[in-house]
């Protein structure tokens, strides 16, 4: 069965099992009757099969969503790559959980280069902007530096607007644990659903949500930012 083949599901029996893989075709199964689909589906998950999903080829997938994550997909798309952006929310896209500001002067000087190269992250903070300011105005004017405040919800809408919006770029919204490699060559990527998407190239933008954690006094719990899962799984593919 070939990666063209889309809504194809590879159903495997437990290799402990000692049983023949089982392959299902649900574009067959669809020509069926609703009982017959809805009964084979259901054998596969009695007897312990694992499921993965083969999607279509990618020339760049990039992981993950914050300011890195989204400035590299829209680059990649743009230049004409076939681009799939996957992250753990869709709702989340850009999200600012740690300061909800553009600018300084050290992050000032990333985003005018971002700006200069097409990005998107300065126009998303004039229009999300709530105030501006002119940092360090008792020293010299070598290090006065603009800072935007944003509007965190605003700031979302527009990047996830801009992502959907972009040709050659699909977004979908999955956790990834796995990277796959051939001849020492990264070919594509699993997500904890079981599904594999083929590529030349990926894009680790993680940011602080592998394997992260939060720490309340003695307290340490496995958490993302902002209330978000911490994002598993792929930190033991990277050490491997």
Same mark, same amino acid.
């Given at each position: 069965?070939?990666?063209?083949?889309?809504?194809?599901?590879?159903? $495997?029996?437990? @290799?402990?099992?000692?049983?023949?893989?089982?392959?299902?075709?649900?574009?067959?199964?669809?020509?069926?009757?609703?009982?017959?689909?809805?009964?084979?589906?259901?054998?596969?998950?009695?007897?312990? =099969?694992?499921?993965?999903?083969?999607?279509?080829?990618?020339?760049?997938?990039?992981?993950?969503?914050?300011?890195?994550? +989204?400035? @590299?997909?829209?680059?990649?798309?743009?230049?004409?790559?076939?681009?799939?952006?996957?992250?753990?929310? +869709?709702?989340?896209?850009?999200? =600012?959980?740690?300061?909800?500001?553009?600018?300084?002067?050290?992050?000032?000087?990333?985003?005018?280069?971002?700006? @200069?190269?097409?990005?998107? =992250?300065?126009?998303?903070?004039?229009?999300?902007?709530?105030?501006?300011? #002119?940092?360090?105005?008792?020293?010299?004017?070598?290090?006065?530096?603009?800072?935007? $405040?944003?509007?965190?919800?605003?700031?979302?809408?527009? =990047?996830?607007?801009?992502?959907?919006? $972009?040709?050659?770029?699909?977004?979908?919204?999955? #956790?990834?644990?796995?990277?796959?490699?051939?001849?020492?060559?990264?070919?594509?990527?699993?997500?904890?659903?079981?599904?594999?998407?083929?590529?030349?190239?990926?894009?680790?933008?993680?940011?602080?949500?592998?394997?992260?954690?939060?720490? +309340?006094?003695?307290?340490?719990?496995?958490?993302?930012?902002?209330?978000?899962?911490?994002?598993?799984?792929?930190?033991?593919?990277?050490? @491997?």
């Amino acid at each position: 069965m070939s990666n063209k083949h889309r809504f194809n599901f590879y159903m $495997q029996f437990d @290799a402990n099992s000692g049983k023949n893989p089982v392959i299902f075709d649900l574009k067959t199964l669809a020509n069926n009757t609703f009982y017959g689909a809805s009964l084979a589906l259901y054998e596969c998950f009695a007897h312990n =099969m694992h499921m993965s999903f083969i999607s279509p080829a990618y020339d760049v997938i990039v992981v993950g969503a914050g300011h890195g994550g +989204i400035e @590299a997909a829209l680059a990649a798309a743009r230049n004409g790559l076939k681009t799939l952006l996957l992250t753990q929310s +869709i709702d989340a896209i850009g999200r =600012m959980s740690c300061n909800p500001s553009i600018g300084g002067i050290s992050k000032g000087n990333i985003v005018r280069e971002i700006d @200069a190269l097409g990005g998107e =992250m300065g126009k998303a903070a004039d229009k999300a902007c709530i105030q501006y300011r #002119m940092l360090n105005r008792g020293k010299g004017p070598a290090v006065h530096s603009l800072r935007a $405040q944003a509007d965190r919800r605003a700031y979302q809408e527009f =990047m996830k607007h801009r992502l959907e919006t $972009q040709e050659n770029l699909d977004l979908k919204q999955a #956790m990834v644990v796995d990277i796959l490699t051939e001849n020492g060559e990264v070919s594509g990527i699993v997500t904890q659903l079981g599904a594999e998407y083929a590529c030349r190239a990926v894009i680790l933008a993680t940011g602080t949500y592998l394997e992260s954690t939060v720490i +309340i006094g003695e307290n340490i719990i496995s958490s993302g930012p902002d209330g978000m899962h911490a994002a598993v799984g792929l930190t033991e593919r990277l050490r @491997a």
